[in-house]
């Protein structure tokens, strides 16, 4: 059953490609734009959830869709950012190594037949890498060095709960599986 959170993060997987195709234009309305493709579908993240919890219809389809939704989005707007020259491939690298990381220890805990929830601090993680791409997306139209260093504060930030969470989760789930497998 598709239900209308569900259809949100379909939404949101949509507009992370529509996001791609304006990121890459060079033309200064093509920025405008992808700046608010990318916000409205950074806020369909914090609806889906919400409306899904609060409804009790949170399926397993939701579950499965909305975190590969979120990395879409953000992975994709940090490899545009990326092949630009903005952000630094390493901090990228960091970012997808850790998602490959966790993707990893959820499989083997499924395979287990155990489950990883998202975290706190995978939440804030989302929130702070969308932050940080919200205000480096938003430099891009005004170009202003108070915004290009809040910016690079945020990012770094991100990047600190990044690799906090990867640890976080890995450590959890390592347990998990072990226990289910004594």
Known sequence: MITGPTILTILRMVLAIVFVVFACLSEFWAHIVALVVFVVAAVTDQIDGHWARKQKIVTDLGAF???LADKMLVNL???VLT????????VFAVILVRDFAVDGMRMMAARAG????????????TISQMTALIIILANLIF???PLAIIGN?????????TVLSGVDYLIKGWKKVIAKSS
Not at 83 to 90: A, E, N, R, T
């Open 65 to 67: 869709l909305d975190p």
């Open 83 to 90: 092949v630009s020259g903005i952000v630094p491939l390493w």
């Open 114 to 125: 155990t489950t990883i929830s998202a975290s706190i601090l995978g939440k804030l993680k």
């Open 153 to 161: 504060i945020v990012l770094y930030f991100a990047l600190f709960l």
């Open 143 to 145: 170009v202003q060095e």
């Open 77 to 79: 707007a940090f490899l």
